[in-house]
Nanobody, 125 residues
Framework: QVQLVESGGGLVQAGGSLRLSCAHSGRTFSSYAMGWFRQAPGMEREFVAAISWAGASTWYSDSVKGRFTISRDNAKNTVYLQMNSLKPEDTAVYYC??????????????????WGQGTQVTVSS
């Protein structure tokens, strides 16, 4: 059973930065595509970013493209989400997810097999 643990959330002013981390408990982390999703109050969970097994391919939602960067360190079993130029509309609970089936992570939550518990990101105006 894979466990994912997010960290790095918090309160930041608009224009600021945060770096989220997600630690993967499995011994085969490099064989999982990884993704980040977020969910604001009263909203559906939405795709933020994804990264392939070896990190060669990344993709982003239009709302974060150019501001957020997803990366991974397979030696540390960790995936990161660097968030710059944060906006109040980025406020949400952020979740990391692992896909054990595909080499590239998808944009739909049903494509992922494991989820973390989430970390709160709050951006004040």
């Amino acid at each position: 059973q894979v466990q994912l643990v997010e960290s790095g959330g918090g309160l930041v002013q608009a224009g600021g930065s945060l770096r989220l981390s997600c630690a993967h408990s499995g011994r085969t982390f490099s064989s999982y595509a990884m993704g980040w999703f977020r969910q604001a109050p009263g909203m559906e969970r939405e795709f933020v970013a994804a990264i392939s097994w070896a990190g060669a391919s990344t993709w982003y939602s239009d709302s974060v493209k150019g501001r957020f960067t997803i990366s991974r360190d397979n030696a540390k079993n960790t995936v990161y989400l660097q968030m710059n130029s944060l906006k109040p509309e980025d406020t949400a609970v952020y979740y990391c997810a692992a896909d054990r089936t595909r080499a590239v992570g998808g944009v739909d939550s049903y494509q992922y097999d494991y989820w973390g518990q989430g970390t709160q990101v709050t951006v004040s105006s």
